[in-house]
């Protein structure tokens, strides 16, 4: 039997006017999960507008920086997604929740400036598999609506990837997408889509989950290295999967 706590949590931009408690299911199931448990594909929407992405990042890669699991270290285990140059602008690309869930953080995103409204890093725990949590990086929200404590459907527009930075004068290269299986495991989120949904990629030039992924023992025979976050060297493997 799964056992509930509350987990207070607090959004900067929020500090003066509200402390959510979200209740987040941790059951104890999750805690004894055997290290080749069955990974759940039940993500039936895209988080983007896929049309207008050039390249993605691949799982494990050493694009970016490490952000590793309990597991694994010095890889990034997320995918950063390239749009193409001509839509790489603010309120251009359409970020949609992935699952129906709810938010459970709200927080600045780093790298530039962040206001009330932009460049956040948003977290979204599934209401079907409630372990996971699909965690989306450099976000305008499409409105002060979006919070913790909200609930969210599945391809429901929540804003748009923060893509110009006026502090820096800088034009980001990507936007990201991360999850977290028991907010301790790291997956792919290309392990956690549908066929059907996977489809739309295989339209795009793809022809297995796998073009978007290093193994865990391919990364192992040809390791990144790092100092603290950042990676050091140049990545042995292809970091990129480009979509035609």
């Not at 040809?222 to 480009?242: H, K, N, Q, V």
Request: proline share 3%.
């Amino acid at each position: 039997m799964s056992v509930c706590m509350k987990r207070k949590i607090l959004s900067a931009s929020w500090v003066l006017t509200a402390v959510f408690s979200v209740m987040v299911c941790i059951g104890c199931d999750y805690d004894n999960l055997p290290e080749n448990d069955k990974i759940y594909r039940f993500v039936t929407k895209d988080f983007t507008q896929l049309e207008k992405i050039d390249r993605i990042s691949k799982f494990r890669s050493g694009e970016g920086h490490d952000y590793s699991d309990s597991s694994e270290t010095c890889r990034s285990m997320k995918h950063y997604y390239d749009p193409k140059s001509e839509y790489k602008t603010n309120n251009e690309i359409e970020i949609y929740s992935p699952v129906d869930g709810i938010i459970t953080e709200l927080a600045d995103s780093g790298h530039g400036a962040s206001g009330e409204l932009i460049n956040k890093r948003i977290h979204i725990q599934s209401s079907e598999y409630q372990a996971y949590v699909f965690v989306l990086f450099h976000i305008d929200l499409l409105s002060s609506n979006v919070t913790p404590g909200k609930k969210v459907s599945a391809g429901e527009h929540i804003g748009y990837a923060r893509m110009y930075y006026p502090d820096l004068d800088e034009t980001a290269a990507n936007f990201d997408i991360a999850v977290q299986i028991d907010y301790r495991k790291k997956v792919s989120f290309f392990d956690v889509m549908t066929d059907e949904l996977f489809e739309s990629y295989i339209a795009r030039g793809a022809t297995s989950r796998d073009d978007f992924i290093i193994s865990k023992e391919e990364r192992d025979a040809a390791p990144m290295t790092c100092d603290g976050e950042w990676f050091t060297g140049s990545d042995p493997l292809e970091s990129y999967f480009d979509l035609n």
